[in-house]
């Protein structure tokens, strides 16, 4: 099944005709089925049941809008979301807002997402979600974020294969003159993981969802150019989306402040940021245990960049082997362990912008809130 409508994607853009193939999850599998996940084996993949949308008409990019961190927790908050969000599109102009987790919190969390989805339908823009450690906090669990999403008009929002850790594990296609450009991938970096002695960390994306992200690189190369085969450049570039950072970014922080100190850049353009508060970078904020998953991604020479949420303050950008790590900016100002709570500092917070070329290279760049500071752009852009 496939979902079609017009939209205007801003009030810079003038109307155009945008399709959105709606159709159900990424190749959902049944755990009781032989296309059982086993080790790991998938079974075929099916392009055609994968979401995707389209370049516009004419244009040589495709713009996504990353938000995270909103935290709504009460409907009083939206129109003040819906101020500031509104500004950010109409900005950035883009084809698709991604958020990054952390929607929404706290206990009566169903009654905000069903007006919170009536929000970001009104910007007329397909938008897409991942799960943060909070959204789930209330009442309302996967299931309802998928009704919802799936119920609006330009949401777009999938559980993923029941066989996996996590519950927003799935996949866009992004398409230009009929052909498959890129691959936009989104998986759920958990909760909350209790260890010894230390309750206070964070879930790591797991083996299994390692696998799939790999099984969907694979099996969407292999549509494009009949065969998966990256050293001759057969492999459909892609970039990621999930919330908490993973190991490598902490491990870069440590690395780049030894070696050039605290909002230097490097040689390669990567920046360490300053920050107001030092438990903004707490390695207990970072996953307890190390996944695969940047290690797949070299490996795979698919993903140009891993774009995450979570730490509020931050603004860091890596280069790790090649492979692009970019903090998010933190949209709003409802909340924040680090200095938004009345009396305390304020905090720069926006989105992030980021271009995606037909050739396979991108841009990004940030976009700040009118409400703090005047917009600029951060930091250099990096190709592919």
């Given at each position: 099944?496939?979902?079609?409508?017009k939209?205007?994607?801003?009030?810079?853009?003038a109307?155009?005709?945008?399709?959105?193939?709606?159709?159900?999850?990424?190749?959902?599998?049944?755990?009781?089925?032989?296309?059982?996940?086993t080790?790991?084996?998938?079974?075929?993949?099916?392009?055609?049941?994968?979401?995707t949308?389209?370049?516009?008409?004419?244009?040589?990019s495709?713009t996504?809008?990353?938000?995270?961190?909103?935290?709504?927790?009460?409907?009083?908050q939206?129109e003040?979301?819906k101020?500031?969000v509104?500004?950010?599109?109409?900005?950035?102009?883009?084809?698709?807002?991604?958020?990054?987790?952390?929607s929404i919190?706290?206990?009566?969390?169903?009654?905000?997402?069903?007006e919170?989805?009536k929000?970001?339908?009104?910007?007329?823009t397909?938008?897409?979600?991942?799960?943060?450690?909070?959204?789930?906090?209330?009442?309302?669990k996967?299931?309802?974020?998928e009704r919802?999403?799936?119920?609006?008009?330009?949401?777009?929002?999938?559980?993923?294969?029941?066989?996996?850790?996590?519950?927003?594990?799935?996949?866009?296609?992004v398409?230009?003159?009929?052909?498959?450009?890129?691959?936009?991938?989104?998986?759920?970096?958990g909760?909350?993981?209790?260890?010894?002695?230390?309750?206070?960390?964070?879930?790591?994306?797991?083996?299994?969802?390692?696998?799939?992200?790999?099984?969907?690189i694979?099996?969407?190369s292999?549509a494009?150019?009949?065969t998966?085969?990256?050293?001759?450049?057969?492999?459909?570039?892609?970039?990621?989306?999930?919330?908490?950072?993973?190991?490598?970014?902490?491990?870069?922080?440590?690395?780049?402040?030894?070696?050039?100190?605290?909002?230097?850049?490097?040689?390669?353009?990567?920046?360490?940021?300053?920050?107001?508060?030092?438990?903004?970078?707490?390695?207990r904020?970072?996953?307890?245990?190390?996944?695969?998953?940047?290690?797949?991604?070299?490996e795979?020479k698919?993903?140009?960049?891993?774009?995450?949420?979570?730490?509020?303050?931050?603004?860091?950008?890596y280069?790790?082997?090649?492979?692009?790590l970019i903090?998010?900016?933190?949209?709003?100002?409802?909340?924040s362990?680090?200095?938004?709570?009345?009396?305390?500092?304020p905090?720069?917070?926006g989105?992030?912008?980021?271009?995606?070329?037909?050739?396979?290279s991108?841009?990004?760049?940030?976009?700040?809130?009118?409400?703090?500071?005047?917009?600029?752009?951060?930091?250099?852009?990096?190709?592919?």
């Amino acid at each position: 099944m496939k979902k079609t409508f017009k939209f205007l994607a801003t009030a810079l853009s003038a109307a155009i005709l945008c399709s959105l193939s709606a159709c159900s999850k990424t190749k959902d599998i049944d755990p009781d089925s032989p296309e059982k996940y086993t080790g790991h084996t998938w079974g075929k993949y099916d392009v055609d049941s994968v979401t995707t949308l389209d370049f516009r008409k004419n244009s040589d990019s495709f713009t996504i809008l990353q938000l995270t961190d909103t935290h709504i927790r009460s409907v009083d908050q939206l129109e003040y979301m819906k101020d500031c969000v509104g500004e950010l599109v109409t900005a950035a102009d883009p084809d698709l807002i991604v958020i990054t987790g952390d929607s929404i919190w706290k206990s009566n969390t169903k009654a905000v997402l069903s007006e919170y989805v009536k929000v970001m339908d009104s910007f007329k823009t397909p938008f897409a979600l991942v799960f943060g450690n909070h959204d789930r906090d209330g009442d309302a669990k996967a299931a309802d974020f998928e009704r919802c999403y799936n119920a609006s008009e330009y949401g777009i929002f999938f559980t993923g294969p029941k066989a996996l850790h996590g519950e927003s594990n799935y996949q866009i296609n992004v398409k230009n003159n009929k052909q498959i450009v890129y691959t936009l991938m989104f998986l759920d970096s958990g909760d909350s993981y209790t260890v010894p002695d230390n309750p206070k960390r964070y879930d790591w994306i797991r083996d299994d969802q390692v696998d799939y992200y790999a099984w969907c690189i694979k099996g969407v190369s292999a549509a494009v150019y009949g065969t998966f085969d990256p050293d001759n450049n057969k492999v459909v570039p892609s970039m990621m989306f999930y919330h908490v950072p993973q190991q490598e970014f902490w491990d870069c922080r440590q690395q780049m402040l030894a070696d050039y100190g605290m909002n230097v850049k490097a040689p390669d353009g990567s920046i360490a940021t300053e920050t107001d508060d030092d438990v903004a970078y707490d390695e207990r904020l970072y996953p307890c245990n190390r996944s695969k998953l940047v290690e797949m991604a070299l490996e795979l020479k698919s993903t140009k960049a891993m774009f995450v949420g979570h730490l509020h303050r931050d603004r860091s950008v890596y280069a790790y082997n090649g492979l692009m790590l970019i903090q998010g900016l933190k949209t709003l100002t409802t909340y924040s362990y680090y200095g938004c709570e009345p009396g305390e500092s304020p905090i720069e917070v926006g989105g992030t912008c980021i271009k995606i070329k037909a050739d396979g290279s991108y841009d990004w760049t940030r976009i700040y809130s009118s409400e703090q500071f005047t917009s600029v752009q951060l930091g250099p852009l990096h190709g592919a």
